[in-house]
């Protein structure tokens, strides 16, 4: 097999095989590999250049996504691993996180906070989201102990901006009640903190 390479766009490097494209990689890549045009290349060869080709391309992807935003490790390598191989994905993880850009402590308590601050979400749910991205649960835990949670205040606070005077229907209560119980919130603090408007509930109870 022989190898050639053309210039791509920017710092990349479009790699043929007996003048089939086969790969992109970074410019710097190609000319450390030792490889020049024209030279014969094996399959051994070929599968390691492909490998580290997309640990690189990986490992820049992530960098590039992380500028954009905060991950979590499984969330990041989830989204890598749509693009690249599973081993690709795994070593830019492990590159990212040794540098530091990747922290998933950092990383849960920028987004539990978020979730609690923003979204006004309760522990319940928040607790769930942190799950989904993979954080583990000792971080997890440790990082809902330092949200100040008053669930009936919050709910309290929530019914004075929305709906000081009361809801215009029945309809529009229970949809405000059911939006609750997905934040999180409990049959017993929404009830609670209805009392505080002496308005009476009739939810199914979810404890």
């Known amino acids: 097999m022989i190898i050639k390479s053309k210039a791509g766009n920017g710092n990349k490097v479009h790699i043929y095989i007996n003048d089939e494209y086969v790969l992109t990689v970074y410019d710097d890549y190609w000319h450390q590999n030792g490889f020049k045009d ?106 809902l102990k330092t949200l100040d949670n008053e669930p009936i205040q919050r709910i309290i606070v929530m019914l004075n901006a929305k709906f000081q005077n009361g809801f215009k229907d029945e309809k529009t209560k229970r949809r405000f009640i059911s939006k609750l119980q997905r934040m999180g919130y409990s049959y017993r603090d929404i009830k609670a903190a209805f009392s505080e408007y002496e308005i009476e509930i009739d939810i199914a109870e979810d404890e």
């Open 38 to 143: 024209g030279e014969k290349i094996t399959e051994e060869e070929l599968a390691s250049l492909k490998e580290e080709a997309g640990f690189r391309l990986a490992y820049e992807k992530g960098l590039d996504l992380l500028t954009r935003r905060s991950y979590s490790k499984k969330e990041l390598f989830m989204k890598l691993k749509l693009k690249y191989s599973e081993s690709s994905a795994e070593r830019a993880i492990e590159k990212l996180s040794y540098y530091g850009y990747l922290n998933d402590e950092q990383f849960a308590k920028y987004y539990a906070n978020y979730l609690f601050e923003t979204k006004k979400y309760d522990i319940k749910r928040i607790s769930m989201e942190l799950r989904s991205k993979g954080i583990e649960r000792e971080i997890s835990d440790n990082v």
